[in-house]
């Protein structure tokens, strides 16, 4: 009866096994075959930030002058009603790095769980529509890494760590080493992710259009500056 047991659970590790090789793969066909927003998509900014950096307070501000409209947690909303995967299921996964073992794992005790490659495919579909559909602001995600850069513009926003502590450490009401920890944590979940999924250096000034240091200007003028990169991209 042992012996059957055992054979039994081997049997289950395998097909997830395989299971799991099949979504590993299919991240990188997504990767490969994601579509741009084609000619007369936009426009659309996105918005990569540093924790800390103020990047939802200035999308919110871009957004209004602009009469677009914020994607956030609005893209894990989206993905998961039309997946009909519960959010939290999917924030799981929302830019952080995955490993091989706790993908697995994850298969094995939440079925519903999509896994990275079922995540990563849904992104890339969510996030090319909203830019396809335009007047949007894409806070994060890695939507400057594969949307069409014709018909938007791509900002980093960065800020000094200890700067940064110290915004989340008043906004928060943390402890200074609570919240230099946290920007620490955060930005390395981000790196990672990026790493991961598009094998990009996420502070490569190279993918974006803007990088824009927000202790060194106030946010109504880096909202004007992002602005006015969209008016002459898209003019």
Known sequence: MARKERDVNLDIVERQAHAWESRRRAVEESLANATPCPRGGGPYITISRQHGSGG?????????????KVYD???????????????????RRDERATTALDDFLAGLVIPQDPGE???????????NGIAKNGRAV??????????????????????????????????????????RRRVHDLDNAQRAFIRQVFHRDIDDP??????????????????????AGLARRVV
Do not use: M
């Open 206 to 227: 190279c993918g974006y259009d803007l990088v824009v240091n927000t202790a060194a200007l106030p946010a109504d003028a880096v909202v004007d500056i992002i602005v």
């Open 138 to 179: 894409i806070l994060g995600r890695g939507g400057n890494w594969f949307l069409e850069p014709t018909w938007g513009v791509r900002a980093r926003l960065v800020a000094p760590e200890e700067v940064r502590a110290s915004r989340i450490a008043e906004r928060d009401g943390l402890t200074a080493a609570v919240a």
């Open 56 to 68: 939802a307070t200035i999308a919110r501000e871009i957004a209004r002058r602009l009469d677009f």
């Open 73 to 91: 947690r609005e893209i894990i909303q989206q993905i998961a009603a039309e997946t009909r995967v519960a959010a939290p299921l999917i924030e």
């Open 117 to 127: 490659a079922g995540f990563i495919t849904e992104l890339f579909r969510v996030v």
